[in-house]
């Protein structure tokens, strides 16, 4: 937060409005919005950065907030580096002492330097600087979202039965990420999908409305999004889409939301799919290719490319059909994906497909082994 308010601050005025606009539901940035426009900015400033902490009111007690220099001193401490050695190059030990102490905010172009030195990207802390342990924290999604790609969902679960040992994940928002993790391994690996329709649905009905258009709810709509597919409920399935894409829409930009882009991106094309829109799904399925070449990922492309290559097949293009079919294999030979398989191995038309003459027979073959495919 103190963080946040201090960047905030050294903005110039109308990116400064901007910025802390979004942030108004926090009293601190309503309080920064109004002293950031006004004469008196400046000693606003200096009492931030005399401090650089802020205590807000929370009935009788108080909340003293995380600062970046704790999250210096700790990487800088397990690399076993000294101030001095720390400092070289980029500002004076006494500085850094500063920083560390809480006294002193690095610049923007210091806190990249100290990323380089350290091996880290400090900015990507910002967001976690409210934790008790914001290290941990980090750490611990960053490794949530790796097993969530790999839809490793046993690991999914150790990490989330450790992660509960820190009371950070005990409040919100940090807490969803351990309700997304216990809600996918329900449908992933226990196959319980009634059982997780009731309790996310209960899990969204409490969630406060600060966080009712952010990304942990977008997650849990992705999930039931799947579970209504699986159930066949193509009524619900339409809704919650509709309430995903609600959220994602306007999100492209922000990196954090990159993969529940895809998932709900995804999910989308699977509505599409139940309801025999085919011109949708190869419509928004190209468009969600483009996004995707254009940050760079192969998340999710094989599901991608089968739909493609199913929408293409009901709508006649056979040609088009297995092409787009050898592309989801290709993938699928290079990342191993047994639960998309596992998925699309019920749809009739993949197995017509996959006994299309016009695909290396060598290919098919391997491909079924590598999966277990008779």
Same mark, same amino acid.
């Given at each position: ?32 919005? /109004? ?8 000693? /606003? ?15 009788? =007690?108080?909340?003293?907030? $995380? ?32 920083? &560390? ?17 350290? =091996? ?16 941990? @924290? ?13 839809? #490793?969902?046993?690991?999914?679960? !150790? /990490? ?8 950070? +994940? ?25 059982? %997780?329709?009731? =309790?996310? $649905? ?21 999930? *039931?999004?799947?579970?209504?597919? /699986? ?8 809704? @919650? !889409?509709? *309430? %995903? ?35 949708? @799904? ?27 290559? +199913?929408?293409?097949? &009901? ?18 030979? +290079? ?5 998309? @398989?596992?998925?699309?191995? !019920?749809?009739?038309? +993949?197995?017509?497909?996959?006994? #299309?003459?016009?695909? $290396?027979?060598?290919?098919?073959? &391997? ?8």
């Amino acid at each position: 937060m103190v963080a946040q308010l201090e960047l905030c601050l050294s903005m110039p005025p109308n990116v400064c409005r901007a910025y802390a606009g979004r942030q108004q539901q926090q009293p601190a940035f309503r309080l920064l919005l /109004l002293c950031r426009l006004l004469p008196g900015a400046t000693r /606003l400033k200096s009492i931030l950065r005399s401090n650089n902490e802020i205590i807000l009111k929370k009935g009788q =007690g108080t909340e003293r907030m $995380n600062h970046i220099g704790n999250i210096i001193k700790s990487y800088r401490t397990m690399l076993k580096m000294s101030r001095a050695a720390f400092a070289e190059n980029i500002c004076s030990e006494k500085y850094v002492y500063l920083i &560390e102490k809480g006294k002193r905010v690095p610049s923007v172009d210091m806190t990249r330097l100290f990323s380089d030195k350290l =091996g880290v990207d400090l900015f990507e802390h910002y967001q976690y600087l409210d934790c008790e342990n914001p290290i941990a @924290v980090r750490d611990k999604i960053k490794n949530f979202n790796i097993s969530r790609r790999k839809s #490793d969902y046993d690991t999914l679960k !150790t /990490l989330t039965d450790a992660a509960i040992a820190l009371p950070d +994940f005990h409040h919100e928002p940090w807490l969803y990420e351990i309700e997304v993790n216990r809600f996918a391994y329900i449908i992933f690996e226990e196959k319980k999908y009634t059982e %997780a329709i009731i =309790g996310i $649905n209960s899990v969204l009905r409490r969630i406060k409305p600060k966080y009712s258009k952010g990304i942990y709810v977008a997650n849990l709509y992705a999930l *039931l999004i799947m579970c209504y597919q /699986l159930t066949g409920d193509a009524a619900s399935t339409r809704a @919650v !889409t509709l *309430l %995903a894409n609600e959220i994602i829409h306007d999100k492209y930009a922000i990196k954090d939301y990159e993969e529940i882009i895809s998932t709900v991106g995804v999910g989308t094309l699977a509505m599409h799919y139940m309801a025999g829109e085919f011109d949708q @799904v190869i419509q928004k399925g190209h468009k969600l290719l483009q996004y995707k070449a254009e940050i760079n990922s192969s998340e999710r492309l094989d599901y991608i490319c089968f739909y493609l290559a +199913f929408s293409y097949f &009901e709508t006649g293009s056979q040609e088009n059909a297995v092409v787009w079919f050898r592309k989801a294999i290709y993938s699928l030979m +290079f990342e191993y994906d047994p639960l998309n @398989v596992y998925y699309m191995v !019920t749809n009739p038309v +993949f197995h017509v497909l996959l006994n #299309d003459p016009g695909i $290396n027979p060598y290919l098919i073959q &391997e491909f079924k082994d590598k999966y277990d495919i008779s």
